[in-house]
């Protein structure tokens, strides 16, 4: 057990809806990270937060959304969902200390987008 | 550019073998940190084995070390004694920049198939 949960672990949902993926971070860590695994793209970052603001945005589409709250969980909002969409969702949490600093990743939400 | 090139999409290696899965970087960053994840059926993100860009030895930890060539910005991860648990996908990432603050960017993985 990584220390950082997600959920769902699993979503199924149709076109042009809005969904919403949470993670709360391991205690004490700071940083969350958000990647999106598709077969096609691989592990691809979508944004950063750090106690409680953007720090870093990656590939990440206009019609996705995040934000990291007081208590440090954090929420990636999805809209206008289209059948690409689908993919494992991943939330990971670091201390930032230095550079020998892993990230520990959630189980993942599976999306599902029929 | 690609940042984190796997080059091996599927690997077999039996039982009891050692295997080297192949990584290679770039970056003009001096400070930067290599790390290998393990992702087994399931789909969880296993953290196995850092190497930082100074660090004068290679990693090691239990059966996986590092063969990290700096000049050749290679980081090959070694898996020795095989078991038929380390079946799964891994993937090499990178952290640039001398704090811990940049996130990851990961490699396309390697799929290891561990037969009996």
């Known amino acids: 057990d990584s220390g950082v949960t997600q959920t769902p672990k699993h979503l199924i949902t149709a076109t042009g809806q809005r969904v919403t993926l949470r993670c709360s971070p391991r205690?004490?860590?700071?940083?969350v990270y958000w990647y999106q695994q598709s077969l096609d793209q691989g592990l691809q970052f979508l944004i950063q937060?750090?106690?409680?603001?953007?720090?870093a945005k990656g590939n990440i589409l206009e019609r996705f959304s995040a934000q990291q709250f007081p208590d440090l969980h954090s929420e990636l909002n999805l809209s206008s969902l289209e059948l690409g969409d689908s993919a494992l969702y991943f939330c990971?949490?670091?201390?930032?200390?230095?550079?020998?600093?892993?990230?520990?990743f959630g189980q993942g939400t599976r999306l599902t987008v029929v | 550019a690609q940042k984190i090139t796997q080059t091996q999409p599927g690997m077999f290696v039996q039982e009891k073998e050692a295997v080297t899965l192949d990584c290679t970087y770039d970056t003009s960053d001096p400070s930067y940190g290599l790390f290998w994840y393990k992702q087994p059926s399931s789909g969880e993100m296993i953290f196995l084995i850092y190497?930082?860009?100074?660090?004068?030895q290679n990693a090691t930890e239990g059966r996986y070390s590092l063969n990290f060539q700096k000049a050749r910005k290679s980081a090959n991860l070694v898996i020795s004694a095989s078991q038929l648990g380390d079946s799964a996908m891994y993937f090499c990432a990178m952290r640039e920049g001398d704090t811990g603050r940049r996130a990851l960017t990961f490699g396309s993985g390697t799929r290891l198939q561990v037969q009996p």
């Open positions: 190497q930082g860009s100074y660090d004068q």
């Open positions: 937060y750090y106690n409680g603001e953007e720090r």
């Open positions: 990971a949490s670091s201390v930032v200390r230095d550079l020998h600093t892993e990230a520990f």
């Open positions: 205690s004490g860590d700071l940083s």
